[in-house]
């Protein structure tokens, strides 16, 4: 049981960070181009 909570602790710490940069990468492509183009035409 202890191993098994241990990879559970290291697969989620090492998961959280990928997550969070897939979805700083995949976020802009959902939220839409039409809102980026907007904002990188109006900065």
Excluded at 9 to 31: D, G, N, Q, R, Y
Excluded at 33 to 41: E, P, V, Y
């Amino acid at each position: 049981m202890c191993g098994a909570r241990i990879i559970t602790i290291i697969v989620t710490f090492t998961a959280t960070p990928a997550v969070i940069a897939a979805l700083s990468l995949v976020a802009p492509l959902v939220i839409g181009s039409s809102g980026n183009w907007i904002a990188g035409h109006v900065w």
